[in-house]
C-alpha cells in the first residue's frame, strides 16, 4: 500500500475535522461561522439587532427624502448602520452543514 499523497491527507484531515462527534448524530452540525447559532435567547438578541441595523440603512434615506435630514447626517446613520450588520450577521446567519463523506 503506497502512502496517501498530500492532497489525500488534507482531505482526510478536512473529513476528520467536520465529522460528527459521537453524541451529536441527530443534531446539525454549527457552523464554523456561527458561533453563537445554538444559544437561542443570543440568536434573537443577534437577529434583532440585525434586522434593526437592515432598517437602519434604508429609514435615513427615506426621511432624506422628506427633507427631515442632512446628506451627511444620513451618510453617517448608514454607515454606521451597515457596519454594524457587517459585524452582527455572521454570528447568527447559518451556512448550511458541511459535505460530510459517508
Known sequence: ???PSAMEQSYQLACERYARPP??????????GAPFAEDTT???????LSWLALEATILPSVVFLAGRLDLAQVQWIMLAA???WFTVTPFWMERGQEHQVA
Open 23 to 32: 453524541g451529536r448524530a441527530g443534531r446539525p452540525m454549527r457552523s464554523p
Open 1 to 3: 500500500m503506497s502512502k
Open 42 to 48: 443570543m440568536r434573537y438578541v443577534l437577529q434583532t
Open 82 to 84: 451597515a457596519l454594524v
